[in-house]
């Protein structure tokens, strides 16, 4: 064996490197396998293309090298997904609040009850317990759906080691392998080619490129060729779609191109959600706002009233736990999760809770074309034949449609005299593809397209005598560029032909006629031809020439006797031009309502794809994403070029991106980002996993999509499709509406509550609540209709207005003007109640106050419901669940004063029924002054507002 070459600036030895020396020889960006003939490269590798390595050198470099896997990032243990439920500010408020209630219950005396003492402790510990146990269950239940999406990578690879082909674990390859690769496999590294035949690989899990792309072993490739262009490699992830192929291992694991993509990936950091960011803020201005307060009670109190300093804490701590929506977490985790199991439900699974509302922020989607946009499936959508243009549709059960254009639908005739018949009955030249059991077609897309046509006429061409039987294939090669299969049928022995326009039309002699006769294929038609060809190219569609034989050119005993070559000179030879197939991925039918839907929430979408940039265009104008004021193409190439400042201000035009690499992919999210946008990232392939994790919301595909997309994702689509991301968005802005809805609630009657307590210290009152009591309102009679305010039906479509303003804060002006009068309102009620009452008796006094301060939220829930309409306007009985709450707390809050055990708890007594009914009565007062205040606004609104003229 001789010596290999030197590397420059290295000295390694063959069958036996120094591993830092093997590693940079092989490492991305050192050798530029594409642009050095095969053989160079196995010399490089100290490899031989004809026997591999040998299978101790294998090991020794497997020892050195490491596996050949992606370094995977293990997911977060149980204890540590449990222990992230407990970092919100709010819960951590609440549990230092849940600690100051156990030391003041050890001071208070050992003969009170336990759940006297430490019964505040214990309704604390118990929110916060329930919150995480929610926010966990949900996120272990979307790992768990995660996990079982995952499919199996290449288990097994075929190895030439030693002279013999082996079946070698793929983790176990190492450059300087040789592998073996055929139709169905998953290329399990990176490897330079060196034999193929008709070897069609699908990159699109890597490059984006929709197509299966032909592979070459011959020639060499400038080094600084696209990834998609590199006809000499096949890389690891990718599949072999036809062919079979032998390679030698180039690199393995995280230095393969989709290793660089993985490494990208783990750059890219989790940012907070809108709603997490609001939420932490305002949850963060609140504790410190309620402790603030607490200690200014605690030190006016320590200096004008003369009480103990435990009376003083214990006011203190009350007003804390006022002034802290306790139900506040526990509401937010359980209405994220009811949105997140309506979602589930419309093939959205959510694998982050605060991922729901992000969606309806979002005002960008970044959207893969292939199978998201479009149907994932090649079929024939524009047909020529004898002068005539055909636009080709997919019916019911897979049926499909000739529509001549202006004439509308035809059927194809069977009696040799239709050019449309001929033209079907020559779609049978498709061996490439076959019909599944499940009725369904698979196999090479351009075949398919074309078994779509012909499975679909066929049961009317066997009637008419046209059941072609298939005596002989000639597949696809490059020499040739078309592919030949030789029938037999009552109309005798046939040769039909698909390939290539340019090939195929200089094998042409004649051309079909409008009677399917065949006449002479003169220049003038050839012209015409071409220019069809370059304007249906021009539309992104890929277009192929049909043909057949001429007439008797070929016997049936020729047929299977005939040598390849004699054959072909026999059926390829002046031959009869059908005409010309024009093949597209169609669009979803659902999507292009799903785009003007997007559009009027004012949700703009931006295409990506790997396709060629007329592809693009083209999809993007028949869907509407373009039009011809507005839109943009750009390269990914094009991309490189600029500068983020450049790219920044061409963004906002862009609606189709093409060709583009992860990182075009990842600095097109960032610019959005930086410009102030919410945006949502789907994707499929390797290639956009660093884009879906460095958006506000990245959308991964739950069929088509990988493993490491899937990882990335905040959400997986089990249906591939872009109408599933409209209505996430959809589903994420009522969830949102509902989220505001009870915040605004819950707040207005803790700042009632807030106010009570603190008037009543600033007073020199004795505690108007105790915080069990506190807890209690917080926690069942405001927590309750929170819940239910949550699942509040939709009052308007939430799609008929943009989305909020990524910087917008948890709450506008107006309603915090809103919640602070109802919040006095409130306040005024139960200091009210207790001034009444206090002369007669404290415990009385306290229990009446309780009730209000208890009751009064159950009425203003409905003032909740909406700040416009009244709730008559809105139906009363149109939320069930809020009257239901409103039952439930009513008879909890009964039971709380009337069950002689639960009083020592509660510090409560029985109210007299004339108190009982004055309390009611004056609860029901907020109600009224909501229906009110809307009344008002609604009179104001006709003031303002010119008649409608049927309105007279």
Known sequence: MAPAPSIPGHTPERQGAPISVYRRAHSPGTSDWIALEPEAVADRLGSELDRGLSQGEAERRLARDGPNELAAKPPPSALVQLAEQFADVTVLALIVAALVAVALGWQEKASESFLHRFGDAIAIGIIVVVNAAVGFAQQRKAEQALRALRKLGAPAARVLRGGSIVRAPAHSLVVGDVIEITEGDRVAADARLFETSDTVVDESALTGESLPVDKLEAGVLAPNTPLAERANMVFYGSHVVRGRARAVVVATGMRTELGQIAELLGSVEAQETPLQ????????????????????????????????????????????????????????????????????????????????????????????????????????????????????????????????????????????????????????????????????????????????????????????????????????????????????????????????????????????????????????????????????????????????????????????????????????????????????????????????????????????????????????????????????????????????????AKVEGIRVVARATAANKLRLIEALKLRGHVVAMTGDGVNDAPAIKAADIGVAMGRGGTDVTREAADMVLLDDNYATIVGAIEQGRIVYGNIKRFIVFLFSVNAGLVLAVLAAAALGWPPILTPTQILWINLITNGLPALALGMEPVHLDPMKHPPRAKDSGLLSASELAWLTSYGVLIAVLGIGTFASFHGASLSLAQSATFTVLAIAPLFHAQNARSRRDSVFVLGFWSNPRLLGAFAVALALQAVALYVPALGKVFSTTALPPATLAAVLLSCATVWLAGELEKGVRALGRRVTQPLHPADG
């Open 277 to 648: 960011r609001a939420l932490r803020v305002f949850g963060t201005k609140v504790v410190i706002g309620s402790a603030l307060l607490g200690a200014l009670v605690f030190v006016v109190g320590s200096v004008r009233l003369d009480v103990p300093v435990g009376f003083l804490l214990l006011t203190a701590v009350s007003l804390a736990v006022a002034a802290i929506p306790e139900g506040l977490p526990a509401v937010t985790t359980i209405v994220l999760a009811l949105g997140v199991q309506r979602m589930a439900r419309q093939n959205a699974l959510i694998r982050r809770l605060s991922a729901v509302e992000t969606l309806g922020a979002a005002d960008v989607i970044c959207t893969d074309k292939t199978g998201t946009l479009t149907q994932n499936r090649m079929v024939v959508r524009r047909a020529e034949v004898a002068g005539r243009s055909l636009e080709v549709e997919l019916g019911d059960h897979g049926g499909v449609v000739l529509a001549e254009l202006g004439l509308g639908p035809v059927e194809p005739e069977f009696s040799g005299h239709d050019p449309l018949g001929e033209l079907v009955l020559s779609c049978v030249a498709a061996p490439g593809a076959r019909v599944a059991d499940d009725g369904s077609i698979r196999g090479d897309p351009t075949d398919a397209a074309l078994l779509r046509v012909w499975h679909a006429h066929r049961d009317a061409a066997a009637r008419a005598g046209c059941d072609l039987e298939t005596l002989r294939v000639v597949p696809f090669d490059r020499e040739r560029k078309m592919v030949t299969v030789v029938t037999s049928s009552d109309r005798g022995v046939e040769s039909h032909s698909h390939g290539a326009p340019e090939a195929v039309l200089a094998r042409s002699s004649q051309v079909l006629g409008a009677a399917a006769e065949a006449r002479p294929l003169d220049d003038a038609a050839r012209v015409q031809l071409t220019r069809r060809v370059d304007e249906w190219a021009a539309l992104g569609l890929r277009v192929i020439a049909v043909a057949r034989a001429r007439a008797g050119v070929v016997t049936l005993e020729e047929a299977t006797l005939l040598e390849r070559e004699a054959l072909l000179d026999r059926v390829e030879h002046e031959m009869v031009l059908v005409g010309l197939l024009g093949i597209a991925d169609p669009p979803r039918p659902e999507v292009a309502l799903a785009l003007a839907k997007a559009r009027e929430a004012g949700v703009r979408t931006i295409m990506i794809t790997g396709d060629h940039p007329l592809t693009g265009e083209a999809i993007a104008r028949e869907l509407g994403i373009m039009n011809a004021s507005e839109g943009e193409v750009i390269t990914g190439p094009e991309i490189d070029t600029l500068d983020a400042a450049e790219l920044s």
